[in-house]
């Protein structure tokens, strides 16, 4: 018994270390997406998050721009901001090729050649390297 309990003190003094304690760890979140599309037969989800902590991104500009249609003067013009969890939503996008660009005080990534508006939800995962 004198044995474990040396060894135990042993094992509990190298734990012991001096100095400052470490910042703490982020910790892993979960963001629950599927409901939030329900009820429409078209969405738009995405979800926008710092490309060197995976820390959501919230309040980030995203801006959907479809290519001119045959016969249109205008392009259509989608607006969202993301919440706090860094999702945004777009129900119903007219289908067609859209030109997407999220934005955030100095940082932004642009993506252009989207297909939208089909049945069903499109996941956009959006890393965005914050400066």
Do not use: N
């Amino acid at each position: 018994m004198r044995i474990w309990a040396a060894a135990a003190a042993f094992g509990l003094a190298l734990g012991c270390v001096a100095g400052r304690p470490e910042a703490e760890p982020l910790h892993d979140t979960i963001s629950i997406l599927s409901p939030r599309c329900a009820g429409v037969s078209s969405c738009v989800l995405g979800h926008v998050t710092a490309a060197g902590t995976a820390a959501p991104v919230a309040e980030a500009a995203v801006f959907l721009e479809r290519e001119l249609e045959a016969g249109e003067d205008e392009p259509v013009r989608i607006l969202a901001l993301t919440d706090e969890q860094g999702v945004f939503i777009i129900s119903e996008p007219p289908p067609g090729s859209y030109r997407i660009a999220v934005y955030k005080s100095e940082s932004s990534v642009e993506v252009s050649g989207m297909e939208l508006g089909g049945e069903g939800a499109t996941l956009l995962p959006v890393r965005l390297a914050i400066e």
